[in-house]
């Protein structure tokens, strides 16, 4: 396989024309021509990916963030950035991204985040496109049967990766739960949205205290805040199967490396 061939079935799964205007999606590094036979798949271009990857011999890492959001003048090695550059291109490993067009895929981000924490049956966005419902921004789902708010964020906390910042609830832990809205990534922007769709939940991640406050204040549904990385970290997996299912004979492995930047909790 080649990069090019890779690319193909990635663009499919996830266009990049339905990413986001200020995003950066595609090929960051790596020549469209190179062999590829081992893809990494982790959620953060960092220091500590990139020798992981070095390690197993992989020849392409896919993430979710991009490396270089915002326009850069320099890929010196006196930045971080510049350092994980060099290093990809001195050991021949391409860097892909998929971020907001990954997040708006049908199976996107937040399926995979929805399957995490235990919800069944169709998912629906929470935010779909105007010219394709079953695209869009979060997922509604169900769970298996009715619960309560607390048994709920037990199970969500079971199902997504271990970081020091855990989850966080809002709302009466004795509230009945059965309609769970999921976004991975930061959230603050579909709160509307969740109350819109009269869900008895509301889980995602980075959620700011006034948003927050204000949002419970008016009523709900119940919020449950996770860890930015891990709410983003099962569609990997997701990402990988799409690859395995589309024939290209290359071998995945899906980064267990924690990169949340947030280390420990007291």
């Keep these: 396989m080649t990069l090019t061939n890779v690319i193909e079935v990635l663009e499919a799964a996830y266009p990049p024309a339905r990413a986001e205007s200020w995003d950066a999606v595609g090929l960051v590094s790596g020549d469209p021509a190179q062999p590829v036979r081992r893809v990494l798949l982790a959620v953060d271009p960092v220091a500590a990916v990139a020798e992981e990857a070095l390690e197993w011999q992989a020849d392409l890492i896919v993430t979710h963030h991009p490396l270089y959001l915002r326009g850069t003048t320099s890929v010196a090695t006196t930045t971080p950035k510049g350092r994980l550059i060099h290093t990809l291109i001195k050991n021949d490993v ?18 995979a985040l929805a399957r995490a924490v235990g919800l069944t049956g169709d998912l629906v966005p929470l935010q779909p496109f105007p010219d394709d419902p079953w695209r869009g921004l979060g997922r509604i789902g169900e769970t298996a049967e009715e619960t309560t708010l607390e048994e ?10 271990r970081t020091s910042w855990g989850i966080r609830v809002a709302g009466d832990p004795s509230r009945r739960v059965t309609r769970v809205a999921v976004s991975g990534g930061a959230g603050d922007s579909l709160l509307g949205a969740a109350r819109a769709a009269g869900v008895d939940v509301f889980l995602t991640a980075d959620l700011r205290h006034h948003p927050a406050s204000e949002f419970m204040e008016a009523g709900g549904p119940a919020l449950i805040d996770a860890a930015h990385w891990a709410t983003e970290w099962p569609w990997l997996d997701s990402a990988a199967s799409i690859l ?6 290359v071998e995945t492995r899906v980064s267990a490396t924690v990169t949340d930047a947030w280390t420990r909790g007291y």
Aim: proline share 6%; hydrophobic share 45%; aromatic share 8%.
């Design 244 to 249: 395995y299912a589309s024939g290209v004979t």
């Design 152 to 161: 709920f964020a037990a199970r969500a906390a079971k199902g997504l990766p």
């Design 94 to 111: 391409a860097l892909y991204t998929a971020h907001t067009n990954a997040d708006v895929a049908n199976p996107g981000v937040s399926d």
